[in-house]
């Protein structure tokens, strides 16, 4: 079964997210703008979200995490929760 470890900044508005993503594309460090930004508790860690597998997330999160490019800073992508920037640290087939 594959499994994935990814890390995320949860933000209200896409504006934001966006905004968010062009400091991190700029060379700001994603953990440190988790812990300043995030509105998860996974902020406080960076937005580190361990290990998971397939369905263990909301739908719109696995899609990007078990398909889009390993390395790179995916979003914003919305879900139930608000807008997201997911960093795909690992994924294994």
């Known amino acids: 079964m594959p ?10 508005s896409e504006e934001i997210c966006q905004e968010l993503k062009v400091e991190i594309e700029g060379g700001a460090d994603f953990a440190t703008v988790a812990k ?3 509105q998860c508790p996974s902020g406080k860690d960076g937005g ?3 290990v ?3 369905g263990q997330m909301v739908k719109e999160f696995d899609e990007v995490v078990f398909s889009g490019e390993v ?4 979003g ?4 139930q929760f608000g807008y ?3 960093d795909i640290t690992t994924r294994t087939e």
């Open 48 to 50: 580190n979200l361990g």
């Open 52 to 54: 998971f597998g397939p």
């Open 84 to 86: 997201h920037l997911i």
């Open 3 to 12: 499994k994935a470890s990814a890390r995320h900044i949860l933000v209200s």
């Open 76 to 79: 914003p992508v919305k879900t």
């Open 71 to 74: 390395g790179t800073v995916h």
């Open 36 to 38: 300043e930004h995030s």
